[in-house]
């Protein structure tokens, strides 16, 4: 095979073929680098880092070939290859954190007071025209005159959800307490699990400072809501208790884990919660909840780890069954931001769903591209900024994965990618949105490193824009606050150094060692127990780029990455080879 035949294959294949396809063009470029190799190896026994073990990537992550091993007159020209490796987008939900909230007036419209029942009637106007300040005054009257404690604690949980509206939970978690005690001196069962419900969500969507303090406040919401289906039994209480599972799926979807394992049980409690309340949120019946919680029970499908790529494209298709169920109800005229929002989400399942040709990744990706633009015909920049810059971030991955034809295809698709990324970051400004910011700058560097170049020169701008953009997305993905993330991003930095076209030997080598130093990093967090697929993504980028550095430690990070073959697309059949070229030597 020619090198332009080698080329013309890389130019023409589909993203999800990268793995196979690059590992293969190593094994021929060594055959033509090692016949020019005369450079002495260098020794470092750093490079062979201690057992570690590897998270999720969100964006790109590419292998390298290896470039060191060149003639003093050779450039090393890696414009007019593709990469070697992975490339992991950053994709987000558009899904908001539905719960239910409670309305529990308890006798307030017939209470016997004649000034409460004209006070209470006041504030409820006050609060469904969202005027929540003048709703408190009129409700705290009401408590001024009412001394039943049923009713009180029904006032309290009024005036609290006024608190809550406006998003100031703590002082909404106090008007629920002060509730919860009246309720139980009525001995108000019924009202007592409405507060026990509200005080839930209040610990789910309060901020917190650190991980930690964010999973006890989620612990706190499933131990209040759980308390409360102790009262709101399915068949006593149908509605109530639909709704209180709802809650509590949200609450596991968003408990954070500190393994995937935990993720996976946490996520299928969520499943199990939705289908709870789906067997009560019937379709023709309570059409709204129902479409709300099939929106949740999608999303979850999403979220949920699978162990084997068969099984992750079981619960993406059940995903994308949840959306379309959805979207019969939420129709783009009656329901325009939940429309929009399903849109994206089903748009990020199209994109996700794991395909076995490259004509049916092509129609995945192409329905994903069209799912965005419909959410993009609600959220108007200038309306939902928001929400428009997550769309366009989602839209710009797609683009960038849409499988070509022919190069100038390719080129035309990554350049429609780097517009919507520049899109959303207008929006999502670093001091504003910084974490968003980082997501978008690390897709904004993918989409850099893998775009088409006509020259060397234009190549190595490419790759350089790239590195500038991991570098920012690493100012805010520190390690100890964002420790995936950030090995994310230290992964695809190394990839992008090792692609950078170098003019001397000299430069090629800082750039290797670059890049090697920033696969350890990534390794410090991805721990092959908690974090399988990305390790072997990474410990292979390592053992290609140590290839021409030091044999024994590249076989050794190949044969770890070939350990865990389960995860690369063709099941590890060219990392063989490349193991038996490279292990085999002498």
Not at 28 to 37: E, F, P, R
Not at 298 to 319: C, F, H, I, M
Not at 338 to 344: E, F, I, R, S, V
Request: charged share 25%; aromatic share 10%.
């Amino acid at each position: 095979m020619s090198f332009e035949q080698v080329k013309e294959f890389f130019q023409e294949i589909a993203l999800w073929q990268k793995v196979v396809a690059t590992l293969i063009a190593a094994a021929i470029i060594a055959i033509v680098t090692a016949i020019i190799k005369y450079i002495p190896k260098r020794k470092n026994s750093s490079d062979l880092p201690e057992k570690t073990n590897t998270p999720k990537v969100s964006e790109s992550t590419s292998q390298s070939a290896s470039g060191s091993i060149i003639s003093q007159n050779l450039t090393i020209d890696k414009s007019r290859q593709k990469d070697i490796g992975v490339n992991i987008e950053h994709i987000e939900s558009g899904a908001t954190l539905n719960l239910t909230v409670i309305n529990y007036v308890d006798g307030l419209p017939s209470a016997p007071i004649a000034e409460v029942r004209s006070l209470f009637e006041k504030g409820s106007v006050h609060y469904s025209k969202h005027e929540f300040q003048e709703a408190i005054r009129q409700f705290t009257l009401c408590l001024d005159l009412e001394k039943d404690p049923e009713k009180r604690g029904a006032l309290n949980l009024q005036i609290g959800n006024c608190y809550y509206k406006q998003q100031h939970y703590l002082k909404a978690a106090e008007f629920y307490g002060t509730g919860l005690i009246e309720s139980r001196k009525a001995n108000d069962k019924q009202g007592q699990a409405f507060i026990l419900i509200s005080i839930g969500n209040t610990y789910i969507m309060r901020p917190a400072s650190s991980g930690s303090s964010r999973g006890d406040n989620v612990k706190e919401a499933i131990d209040h809501y759980e308390r409360a289906l102790h009262i709101f039994v399915k068949d006593e209480y149908p509605v109530q208790y639909a709704g209180t599972q709802n809650n509590l799926g949200n609450a596991y979807i968003h408990l954070p884990s500190t393994t995937p394992q935990e993720r996976a049980d946490n996520v299928r409690k969520a499943i199990e919660c939705y289908k709870a309340a789906l067997e009560i949120y019937k379709k023709g019946e309570y059409p709204v909840d129902y479409a709300m919680t099939q929106n949740n029970l999608g999303n979850a499908y999403t979220d949920l780890p699978s162990a084997t790529s068969q099984e992750r494209a079981d619960n993406v298709r059940k995903a994308i069954e949840c959306y379309k169920a959805v979207l019969q109800i939420y129709k783009k005229d009656e329901y325009p931001v939940q429309y929009a929002g399903t849109q994206n989400n089903l748009g990020n399942a199209y994109k996700d769903l794991p395909s076995a040709t490259p004509q049916e990744r092509a129609d995945n990706v192409r329905n994903a591209i069209n799912c965005y633009k419909a959410a993009l015909e609600i959220c108007k920049k200038d309306e939902y900024p928001v929400d428009y810059a997550m769309t366009q971030n989602n839209l710009g991955t797609a683009y960038k994965d849409l499988p070509a034809a022919t190069p100038q295809e390719r080129a035309d698709n990554v350049r429609k990618a780097i517009e919507c990324y520049k899109a959303a970051l207008q929006i999502r400004k670093k001091d504003e949105y910084p974490v968003q910011y980082a997501g978008t700058q690390n897709n904004l560097g993918t989409a850099y490193k893998d775009l088409p170049a006509a020259t060397l020169q234009e190549r190595a701008d490419n790759v350089r824009k790239a590195i500038e953009c991991y570098k920012a997305a690493l100012q805010i993905r520190r390690k100890d606050e964002y420790p995936v993330d950030y090995a994310t991003t230290q992964n695809n930095l190394g990839t992008a150094y090792t692609n950078l076209p170098s003019a001397t030997l000299q430069e090629r080598a800082d750039n290797v060692s670059k890049a090697i130093e920033c696969y350890k990093a990534a390794l410090q967090i991805y721990k092959k127990d908690e974090y399988p697929q990305y390790y072997c993504f990474t410990a292979a980028n390592m053992g290609v780029i140590l290839e021409d550095i030091d044999n024994k430690k590249a076989c050794y990070w190949l044969k770890e990455a070939y350990a865990l073959r389960q995860f690369l697309p063709d099941q590890g059949k060219s990392l063989e080879d490349i193991i038996n070229r490279v292990c085999n030597q002498k």
